[in-house]
T-cell receptor, first 115, second 111 residues
């Protein structure tokens, strides 16, 4: 069965510090990978998605970046965090099915607080 | 692009009552409609989904209905229990497009 991991689970960082969040998926090959952000009491904002190694699409221009160094690894980074970067960061994976539907499965999330 | 509207934003029911959450979508090409449940501090969990070639799907106390003509779909939870309390998200997509999510409904089930 497939499993998705995210770490760290929680993170408190000062403004201006760098960020690196990691997501890994087990039990599947060549998944689509996604990073979402969820502000307190808000919906899900898609930040980045990737259909393969080195292929990253950005949905929202901001001071965050994403990389996919391996097939089942997705990394979210920032060189200098802003207060507005605080939130709950979710990684998700999917594999396009034969009927062209794309079911996404989410990880446990990382709670980031920028002070 | 696709736009998904979700109502209500908050829903309070008594244990044992039914709960209904409704979503509308804008892109008639959308063919896949999942529902997610998110408990506090956790990632969303897929609870049920429906494809455009089906009008209704049931899984125990949960059901989803789809009206393609009106471009709306609904989640129905019967015999609600306190553990059903969570935020529920609907979403829509087609083919290779990414999911577009509704803004979520906070369901509160009182004992």
């Amino acid at each position: 069965s497939q499993t998705i991991h995210q770490w760290p689970a929680t993170l408190v960082q000062p403004v201006g510090s760098p960020l690196s969040l990691e997501c890994t998926v087990e039990g599947t090959s060549n998944p689509n990978l996604y990073w979402y952000r969820q502000a307190a009491g808000r919906g899900l904002q898609l930040l980045f998605y990737s259909v393969g190694i080195g292929q990253i699409s950005s949905e929202v221009p901001q001071n965050l970046s994403a990389s996919r160094p391996q097939d089942r690894q997705f990394i979210l980074s920032s060189k200098k965090l802003l207060l507005s970067d605080s939130g709950f960061y979710l990684c998700a994976w999917s594999v396009l099915s034969s009927d062209l539907t794309d079911t996404q499965y989410f990880g446990p999330g990382t709670r980031l607080t920028v002070l | 692009g696709e736009n998904v509207e979700q109502h209500p934003s908050t829903l309070s029911v008594q244990e044992g009552d039914s709960a209904v959450i409704k979503c509308t979508y804008s892109d008639s090409a959308s063919n896949y409609f999942p529902w997610y449940k998110q408990e506090l501090g956790k990632g969303p969990q897929l609870i049920i989904d429906i494809r455009s070639n089906v009008g209704e799907k049931k899984d125990q106390r949960i059901a989803v209905t789809l009206n393609k003509t009106a471009k709306h779909f609904s989640l129905h939870i019967t015999e609600t229990q306190p553990e059903d309390s969570a935020v529920y998200f609907c979403a829509a997509s087609w083919g290779y497009s990414t999911l577009t999510f509704g803004k979520g409904t906070m369901l509160l089930v009182s004992p």
